[in-house]
Each structure stands twice: as structure tokens, then as C-alpha cells.
């Protein structure tokens, strides 16, 4: 089978996880800084059979799309340029980077180490691919 990538993407830093090849885990793989990502994205998915990407979908409760929208949306259609045989599907990542800080507190995880730049962006794309994974089937 392939892997499932999740992105937590952001302005600055962008959160990846990845399933197992059976798609049954979702793992914390990396913090990429975001102008760096397709180029990441590019050398991973050569060595690795991607079937699916999912990006969180930045929605406030009022509906509307948060200002990041703005930059996800040209990256999915480089992306899509890019991969075309990969599925892009989107996820609500409504609370994901508080779901991830109270995890890591929960989790025993020490204050240092969950300060760390990135380390929320991963927690919560695994969340966002954990979320699709619970309703993909």
C-alpha cells in the first residue's frame, strides 16, 4: 500500500505527518520551513509511494476561511501540478494546535521540549491525519 502525508501548513512553518504504509498510524515525520516545503515534499515523495495529501482547512466559527487560505490555496495548485495522481483532500484543523500543546502536556512531554519551534505544527498535523483517518473508511 502508500502512505497518507498531512500537513499542518503555516506562514512560516509547516507541521508533516505520515501514515504507515498499511495507513493505519499517523506519525509526527517533520518541521519544514514553508518556502522550503514543496522541495521537501518533491525529495520525500521519491523515495516514498504517497497515495493522499491532507491539509488542514483553516476555518473560523463563523465559517469563513482564515487569511492562510490564501496562501494554501496556490501551493494545492502547485502541488497538483506537481503530483498529479496524488488525492488532496482537506481536513478542519479547528483547535488542532491546542489539541497538540495539551497532548504533549499530557503526554509527560517536558516544558522545554514543548516549547520548541515546530513541535506544535507536527503534533497537529498528525491530529489533522488522525482525523481523516477516523472517517476515511
Known amino acids: 500500500m502508500s502512505r497518507i502525508l498531512a500537513l499542518d501548513y503555516g506562514g512560516k512553518r509547516t507541521g508533516v505527518a ?13 518541521t519544514i520551513e514553508t518556502s522550503k516545503l514543496m522541495d521537501f515534499l518533491k525529495q ?6 504517497v497515495s493522499d495529501l491532507v491539509v488542514g ?10 487569511e492562510i487560505e490564501n496562501q494554501i ?12 495522481l496524488i488525492k488532496i483532500h482537506r481536513e478542519n484543523e479547528m483547535f488542532t494546535s491546542k489539541m497538540a500543546s495539551r497532548a504533549m502536556f499530557e503526554g509527560g512531554m517536558k516544558k522545554k521540549k514543548r516549547q520548541e519551534k515546530g ?3 507536527k503534533v497537529s498535523a498528525v491530529i489533522i491525519l488522525q482525523s481523516f483517518l477516523s472517517h476515511k473508511l
Do not use: H
Not at 44 to 49: A, D, L, M, S
Open 57 to 66: 482547512l483553516s476555518v473560523r466559527f463563523s465559517g469563513e476561511l482564515n
Open 73 to 84: 490555496q496556490p501551493f494545492l495548485k502547485k502541488f497538483s501540478a506537481q503530483f498529479p
Open 18 to 30: 505520515v501514515t504507515d504504509e498499511l495507513q493505519i498510524i499517523a506519525s509526527p515525520l517533520d
Open 119 to 121: 513541535m506544535v505544527d
Open 44 to 49: 520525500y515523495i521519491e523515495k516514498e509511494n
